[in-house]
């Protein structure tokens, strides 16, 4: 087989990509970029609204096909229902970005049972549900890509984030798990593990000067992501260009998890 030259390896024209918690922040970055490289997007999250608005910016600026779902993916009879309707829509899914999350602070004695379970419900079993809702479709056509947006908290702790870790670590092994089970199929599930990204997420620790620094003085470049800086990755993984790359963790977290 000739080599195609590396820079055609990153293209996705004619790949469908779906990307959950899509409306904002890194998901909404993760979609244009996805669409700049030239798939079709689908942006879902519980906002249809938002949704709405962000896939007609993102067909407008690059000319690809966008369609707004809404679904809570913490629900289960959501996550069938989305994605039976983005198969019937949309066609099969090439690429799937679990990508919708939430963080519920708190020290671990004063967390509540149900904020435990609104994270893992979301970040962990979410994931789970959806590889599953689309991943053997992806299997039975021979070509899929799965990207679980994980955390610097899916390799390290942090006081204060014992709902969130657990997810984020589960999730960097449920990554490894479905790579192993989906990798002679022609899919590859990866994780991207960002450090601190200025989203709303984040609006807490952004408003707090002394919080803010003491991210800063963790991260060896000294400064925060800026969104931007989390599409080179996403693209690279649901790309033809990661074609041997499975069952890995992309840690874009100016190297915060190297020390
Ligand atoms: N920002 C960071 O520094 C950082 C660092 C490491 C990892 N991450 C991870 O990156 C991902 C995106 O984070 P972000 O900072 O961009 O967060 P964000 O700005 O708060 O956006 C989260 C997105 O997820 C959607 N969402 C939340 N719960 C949902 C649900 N149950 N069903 C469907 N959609 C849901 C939200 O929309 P609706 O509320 O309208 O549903 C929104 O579109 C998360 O998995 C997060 O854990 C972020």
Same mark, same amino acid.
């Given at each position: 087989?000739? /080599? ?32 700049? /490289? ?6 879902? *999250?519980?906002?249809?609204? !938002?949704? =709405?608005?962000? /896939? ?10 966008? &369609?707004?779902?809404?679904? !809570? ?8 229902? %989305? ?82 870790? *657990? ?11 479905? /790579? ?19 989203? !709303?997420?984040?609006? =807490?620790?952004?408003? !707090?000067?002394? =919080?803010?620094?003491? %991210? ?7 400064? &925060? ?10 693209? %690279? ?5 990661? *074609? %041997?790359?499975?069952? *890995? ?11």
């Amino acid at each position: 087989m000739t /080599a195609k030259n590396v820079m055609e390896l990153f293209r996705l024209d004619g790949r469908r990509a779906v990307v959950t918690g899509a409306a904002r922040g890194l998901g909404r970055t993760i979609a244009e970029a996805l669409a700049q /490289a030239g798939a079709n997007v689908v942006i879902a *999250s519980r906002t249809l609204s !938002d949704c =709405q608005a962000v /896939a007609e910016e993102i067909a407008a600026s690059t000319g690809r096909r966008t &369609w707004a779902f809404v679904v !809570d993916v913490a629900n289960s009879s959501e996550i069938k229902r %989305f994605a039976e309707e983005v198969s019937s829509v949309f066609g099969p899914v090439d690429i799937l970005v679990n990508n919708a999350g939430i963080n519920i602070r708190g020290a671990a004695e004063e967390l509540s049972e149900a904020d435990w379970d609104a994270v893992i419900a979301t970040n962990l079993k979410a994931p789970f549900l959806c590889a599953r809702a689309f991943g053997p479709a992806m299997c039975e056509r021979g070509w899929g890509r799965i990207i679980n947006i994980g955390s610097i908290l899916s390799a390290v702790g942090l006081p204060g984030r014992a709902p969130y870790a *657990s997810s984020k670590a589960g999730l960097l092994n449920l990554t490894r798990v479905l /790579a192993l089970e989906w990798g002679k199929k022609g899919v590859t599930v990866n994780a991207i593990c960002p450090g601190p990204f200025a989203t !709303d997420m984040n609006k =807490q620790l952004l408003s !707090d000067p002394a =919080q803010y620094e003491a %991210f800063v003085e963790k991260i060896p470049m000294g400064r &925060w992501g800026e969104l931007h800086e989390i599409a080179g990755a996403a693209v %690279f993984l649901a790309s033809d260009a990661a *074609s %041997f790359i499975t069952g *890995s963790a992309l840690f874009v977290d100016g190297g915060w998890t190297a020390q």
